[in-house]
């Protein structure tokens, strides 16, 4: 197969699982899975890997300029999802923090969506489903990568 028709089923297939992976949040009957929203749940599994961190440091993680962080960051904070803290290293500056309530839910939308997953893989054998893990590992590391050097 050429590259330009690699490429192509390349750009087509991430469009297409984009819109799956939006399409099924919605459509389950998993009350948890629809719980958050992406972004939501997007900080708040940053929050909860990495701990508290000011807008800055979570948008540069998130790609995202601190103005939209901000915005969603407030979001989740008039849901008591997050809770803005001094920052213990540097009493003068504020950092994100998730609440109890929202390491909650951002659990419950994992445990839901790693459900859904494990039914939607149920055919696939383990070292299929470990190479699909692999490989997306290694391409979202590639996209951060690629995002970094194009700043």
Known sequence: MAEDDVLGI???QVAL???LGEASRRATRLAPHRALDRSAYVILRH???GGPLNVSALAARLNLDGSTVTRQVTA????????RRRDPSDGRGIVIAPTALGLEQ????RKARHDVYDRVLRDWNE???AALAGTLERFNDSLEQYMRETR
């Not at 989740?76 to 809770?83: F, G, I, K, R």
């Open 17 to 19: 699982l984009m819109r």
């Open 76 to 83: 989740l904070e008039n849901d008591n999802l997050v809770e």
């Open 10 to 12: 390349i750009e087509t």
């Open 127 to 129: 070292a299929d489903r």
């Open 106 to 109: 951002v659990d419950a939308v």
């Open 47 to 49: 929050l909860q890997a």
